[in-house]
C-alpha cells in the first residue's frame, strides 16, 4: 500500500461552500452534509471498490468516502499516476474542487491564465485576444497528491501494485492472483486501454480521429516570467499548414506545450522533435520549438492519436464506469479530465440520492451522458481548425465567437456540475 505524502498546505481546510470541517488529530477531515429526503446516514454501509487512481477515480473515492462509504481505491502502478503534464482547470472544474472543498490547496500547484489568444505560423494574430476568467493550468502530480491526501483522511484504502483484472456485474473486483473484493458498487476509471467494459458485455467503440499530439514541459524562462507579468499569462494557439502549437504557463517554473498534427504527417509527429520541419510551419516560433526540442525530456514524451470512445451504457449491474474508459474525447476544448472528475461527483451524488444501486446508476448516466457527449461532439468540432485550408482558420474562429456556437463550445466550462 502507498500514499503520496500529505503537503503542510493541503492541511488548511478551505471556507465557503463545500464540505463540514470537522476536526480530527491529524487535521481536518471533510463530511458532506445529508441532503433532505436522501439515505446519507444508511450509506454508513455500504463499500464500493475502485479501480484506477487518476483523476476520475480519486474524485469517486473522495466523494463517496465523504457521503459515508468505505472506499478501497485500486492502482495497478506502484506509485499513483502523477507522470504526465499539467491540465487545464476551467471554471466548471474550479466550482468542483471548491465544492470538495479543495481549490485553495489545489490552485497553489499551477498558475492563473488570463488570456488566450490565436496565432498563424507567422506570429501574426488571428482574431482577438480573449479574457479568460477562473481559468488555471495546474500540475497534475499536485492535483493528484492533494486528492489523495484529501482520500486518505477521509479513510480511503489507497492500494498501489493492485491489479484488478475482472469485476462482477454483483458488485466484486478481482484482483490478479485471483484475490475477490465483494462491494455495493464498484467504479472502473481504468482508462482509454480498459478491458472491463468489454467483461461487462459493453462493447465500445474507439474512434481514431486521424490527428493527435505530443505533450511536454520545459523550464519556464525569466524573460517569459517578465511578459507575462507585464501582459497577463497567454495560453497561445498556433495554427497552419494543418499544424497547431499550443503553449502555456504550467506553474511558476515550467512551460506546457502540445504539438498538433494528422497522423499522416510523418514529419510532424516525429519524436525527438523534428525541428526543420515545424520551423517551416511556424517561422515566428524558431525559439520556441528550439527550446522544446532541448529541454524535452523525449524518452517520457511520445506522439498519440487521439480517441473518442462511446459506450453503449456507462453501467452494468452494480458496476459503474467512468473516465477515458467510458467516454475518452479530443483534447481541444480541455475537458477530458473535468469531465471524468464531474462525472465522478455526480456518481456519489446520485448514489446518495437512491439506495438502489442500480436505479442510482440509471439516473445517473440520464443526468450526465447528454453534457458528457455534448463535450465529446464539440471538442471534435473544435479540432476541424486542423484540417481548414488557412485562409479560412481566421473566418472560423471569428465564426465560433458567435452567440450560437460560442455557446456551444463553451457550454462545459459554463457548466455547474452536479454537486456543486
Not at 497561445?236 to 498538433?260: F, K, M, Q, S, V
Request: a positive charge; glycine letters at 10%.
Amino acid at each position: 500500500m502507498g500514499f503520496i505524502p500529505l503537503s503542510h498546505d493541503a492541511h488548511k481546510p478551505d471556507r465557503g461552500r463545500g464540505p463540514i470541517v470537522e476536526r480530527a488529530g491529524d487535521g481536518p477531515v471533510l463530511r458532506w452534509p445529508a441532503v433532505r429526503g436522501t439515505k446519507t446516514a444508511m450509506a454508513m454501509a455500504r463499500h464500493a471498490e475502485v479501480a484506477g487512481a487518476g483523476f476520475g477515480g480519486l474524485v469517486a473515492a473522495v466523494a463517496l468516502a465523504g457521503r459515508g462509504w468505505s472506499v478501497r481505491l485500486h492502482e495497478r502502478q506502484p506509485a499513483l499516476r502523477a507522470e504526465g503534464f499539467g491540465i487545464a482547470i476551467m471554471p466548471n472544474v474550479a466550482r468542483l474542487f471548491r465544492a470538495l472543498g479543495l481549490h485553495a490547496r489545489i490552485v497553489l500547484g499551477g498558475i492563473r491564465i488570463d488570456h488566450w489568444e490565436h496565432q498563424n505560423g507567422n506570429g501574426r494574430r488571428l482574431v482577438p485576444v480573449v479574457d479568460l476568467h477562473d481559468s488555471f493550468r495546474i500540475s497534475r502530480h499536485h492535483i493528484i497528491a492533494t486528492l489523495a491526501a484529501c482520500a486518505h483522511r477521509l479513510g480511503v484504502e489507497i492500494v498501489t501494485a493492485s491489479s484488478v483484472v475482472a469485476v462482477d456485474p454483483e458488485g466484486a473486483v478481482v484482483l490478479e492472483g485471483g484475490r475477490r473484493w465483494p462491494a455495493d458498487l464498484v467504479v472502473v476509471a481504468d482508462g482509454i486501454n480498459s478491458a472491463m467494459p468489454e467483461m461487462l458485455g459493453l462493447r465500445r467503440r474507439r474512434l481514431p480521429q486521424g490527428e493527435g499530439g505530443v505533450r511536454m514541459t520545459i523550464p519556464r524562462l525569466p524573460e517569459d516570467v517578465a511578459r507575462d507579468i507585464e501582459r497577463g499569462t497567454r495560453l497561445t494557439e498556433a495554427w497552419a499548414a494543418g499544424r497547431r502549437l499550443l503553449w502555456c504557463p504550467n506553474t511558476e517554473d515550467t512551460l506546457y506545450a502540445i504539438l498538433t498534427c494528422p497522423t499522416s504527417d510523418v514529419s510532424g509527429r516525429a519524436t525527438p522533435l523534428d525541428t526543420a520541419a515545424w520551423t517551416a510551419t511556424f517561422p515566428a516560433l524558431a525559439p520556441l520549438l528550439a527550446r522544446i526540442r532541448d529541454h524535452t525530456d523525449w524518452s517520457h514524451c511520445r506522439w498519440a492519436e487521439f480517441e473518442t470512445v462511446i459506450l453503449p451504457r456507462w453501467s452494468a449491474g452494480r458496476v459503474a464506469i467512468l473516465g477515458d474508459a467510458a467516454h475518452a474525447m479530443t483534447p481541444y476544448l480541455g475537458q477530458g479530465a473535468g469531465t471524468a472528475m464531474m462525472n465522478a461527483l455526480s456518481l456519489a451524488v446520485h448514489l446518495d440520492r437512491y439506495l438502489d444501486t442500480e436505479r442510482a446508476l440509471a439516473a445517473w448516466e440520464a443526468t450526465e451522458r447528454p453534457h458528457t457527449e455534448h463535450t465529446q461532439r464539440w471538442s471534435r468540432h473544435y479540432g476541424w481548425t486542423l484540417a481548414m485550408p488557412d485562409p479560412l482558420k481566421p473566418l472560423w474562429l471569428r465564426a465560433k465567437r458567435l452567440p450560437p456556437l460560442a455557446r456551444r463550445f463553451g457550454a462545459t466550462a459554463r457548466r455547474v456540475p452536479t454537486g456543486c
